[in-house]
T-cell receptor, first 116, second 114 residues
Framework: GQNIDQPTEMTATEGAIVQINCTYQTSGFNGLFWYQQHAGEAPTFLSYNVLDGLEEKGRFSSFLSRSKGYSYLLLKELQMKDSASYLCAVRDLGQGDSGGYQKVTFGTGTKLQVIP | ETGVTQSPTHLIKTRGQQVTLRCSSQSGHNTVSWYQQALGQGPQFIFQYYREEENGRGNFPPRFSGLQFPNYSSELNVNALELDDSALYLC?????????????FGPGTRLTVL
């Protein structure tokens, strides 16, 4: 099975930097995703890590350490519109890529509030 | 917008009834996954369909079932509804062998069971 932990809530100031951590335990790791979900809306894809290291995409960066079962999402130059829940999700090897199967397990999400 | 559509948007049912939710995947995506998201929680994986067959399932009872059609659209059926089934139901489509194989979510169906 899988276990994913991330903080429930965070507050940060507009223009600042915030780091949202995620730790996971899995029997077969095959990639980690970060999604953003605004209240009442569907999750939208932010980033993907399968190898150790940092992936940067504009104001968003995501880091992965497979040996530590740890990832973080870094948001720079925070804007009010960044207020949302941020979901860490781990893909399991499961049956591998046979038949296109992928089981993705989501954490409970971190609700980020950006204040002026 | 992701190109994934779901219907209906909202639905109210009573305990014991049955419900069918529908999803049209993004063009070219032949894999559809269904998730249940309770308030304040992350999405919980129900099952996945690939080429019209279920090829993965989470910890949900058999009264949760589904179908995928030749055009890759999909249905989620829930029988004998319980109060705890009240949640947002999300479908997500993806291309099976693309990288990073991110999932594209539809807007969801909000189900309320009374």
């Amino acid at each position: 099975g899988q276990n994913i932990d991330q903080p429930t809530e965070m507050t940060a100031t507009e223009g600042a930097i915030v780091q949202i951590n995620c730790t996971y335990q899995t029997s077969g790791f095959n990639g980690l995703f970060w999604y953003q979900q605004h209240a009442g809306e569907a999750p939208t894809f932010l980033s993907y890590n399968v190898l150790d290291g940092l992936e940067e995409k504009g104001r968003f960066s995501s880091f992965l350490s497979r040996s530590k079962g740890y990832s973080y999402l870094l948001l720079k130059e925070l804007q009010m519109k960044d207020s949302a829940s941020y979901l860490c999700a781990v893909r399991d090897l499961g049956q591998g890529d046979s038949g296109g199967y992928q089981k993705v397990t989501f954490g409970t999400g971190t609700k980020l509030q950006v204040i002026p | 917008e992701t190109g994934v559509t779901q219907s209906p948007t909202h639905l109210i049912k009573t305990r014991g009834q049955q419900v069918t939710l529908r999803c049209s995947s993004q063009s070219g995506h032949n894999t559809v996954s269904w998730y249940q998201q309770a308030l304040g929680q992350g999405p919980q994986f129900i099952f996945q369909y690939y080429r019209e067959e279920e090829n993965g399932r989470g910890n949900f009872p058999p009264r949760f079932s589904g179908l995928q059609f030749p055009n890759y659209s999909s249905e989620l059926n829930v029988n004998a509804l319980e109060l705890d089934d009240s949640a947002l139901y999300l479908c997500a489509s993806s291309r099976p062998f693309a990288q990073p194989r991110e999932q594209f979510f539809g807007p969801g169906t909000r189900l309320t069971v009374l």
